[in-house]
């Protein structure tokens, strides 16, 4: 399931209905370690926790389970797929939407079937719009600034929304929940797809850019979209425009991005996702140098926000990724059991 496929409608369901499914949760944070225990038994599933990422020196964590569930912050390893079905498993249920943190199709060629979950678009939307406000309005150096004591206006003035248009890129449910919003401020808007299904104007993507104050993106990353915003698309883009990523850091070329912002290209840019930024993001890092030269220069920028891929992460999203992982796991069981 991509962003673009209609969202898991959970059935109340009790353990009596059928035996009990075992399931380890790999890479459980503390709060998603209370819901898993307190949501588990209500669909007659008994998890396994640990806070670990999945690796071969944790896999016999499995237990004889053939179902795992595991987060999107760390990449799993080919050969750790190899020795999770050595070790009997057959299911693996990612918290998340996006499935670049797996080699899926090296997953099937080794008997896991992957899946990912279904959450509330709402937080990712509502977190979009967010950013696009506090960059047209210069958020960034007016917070510094007042910090600092210095309660001057800013030198450039703020824009309305309604004076702008906004470019969509990708509109499953969170591009479709970003458009449903930004209907209320006025604005045009335009987005691309391959398979249009809002009320948006759809354009080419090329024009979409021309045409764009703001391209916000929602896309899946895979092979085809992977540096979509890659130096020459971002040439074509609108002098001045900004650019908001809450979908994937490889979406964007950043050494391109850094490029068009040090020259003035770009108006600005807000990136809750990030390349490389893995074992960075959710680190505490005070107490260390970064490694990425490029996150190091945009943090420098005033017309560049940087927040640590956190737009997803809200009570009912973070609720809804537990139940539906849950479920997956159950119902996949539930498969087996039918065709045996």
């Not at 918290?95 to 199709?105: A, E, L, P, T």
């Not at 009320?199 to 979509?228: F, G, M």
């Not at 020459?232 to 650019?243: C, L």
């Amino acid at each position: 399931m991509t962003d673009s496929e209609p969202a898991r409608t959970s059935v109340p369901w009790s353990s009596s209905a059928g035996p009990t499914t075992g399931i380890t949760v790999y890479g459980c944070e503390p709060d998603e370690a209370v819901l898993f225990r307190e949501v588990a038994p209500r669909f007659g599933v008994v998890p396994t926790i640990t806070g670990d990422a999945v690796s071969e020196a944790n896999v016999e964590l499995v237990s004889g389970n053939r179902c795992i569930s595991v987060g999107h912050k760390a990449r799993i390893a080919n050969s750790t797929l190899l020795t999770l079905s050595r070790a009997g498993v057959k299911y693996l249920s990612t918290r998340s939407i996006g499935y670049d943190h797996i080699d899926v199709d090296y997953a099937a060629s080794v008997g896991i079937a992957v899946e990912n979950v279904a959450y509330s678009p709402h937080g990712v939307a509502d977190y979009a719009v967010m950013l696009m406000l506090m960059m047209v309005r210069n958020v960034k150096s007016v917070i510094t600034r007042a910090v600092a004591h210095d309660y001057r206006l800013h030198e450039v003035r703020g824009r309305e929304l309604r004076d702008l248009t906004v470019g969509v890129v990708g509109t499953g449910h969170i591009g479709a929940a970003v458009i449903d919003r930004l209907w209320g401020f006025g604005c045009r808007k335009v987005a691309y797809d391959i398979r249009p299904r809002t009320s948006a104007d759809y354009v080419p993507l090329d024009e979409l850019l021309q045409q764009s104050d703001i391209v916000t993106l929602h896309t899946p990353l895979n092979a085809d979209t992977h540096h979509l915003l890659d130096r020459r698309r971002i040439e074509q883009m609108k002098p001045g425009a900004v650019v908001i990523n809450t979908g994937r850091g490889a979406l964007v070329d950043t050494e391109a991005l850094v490029s068009a912002l040090e020259s003035g290209r770009l108006g600005g840019a807000a990136l809750d996702v990030l390349e490389g930024e893995e074992g960075i993001f959710y680190t505490d890092c005070r107490s260390r140098p970064i490694e990425s030269a490029h996150l190091s220069r945009l943090h420098e920028m005033s017309n560049v926000i940087i927040s640590p891929h956190t737009a997803y992460y809200t009570d009912h999203a973070l609720s809804d990724a537990v139940e539906n992982s849950i479920i997956n796991c159950r119902d996949f069981e539930r498969r087996k059991q039918h065709w045996i």
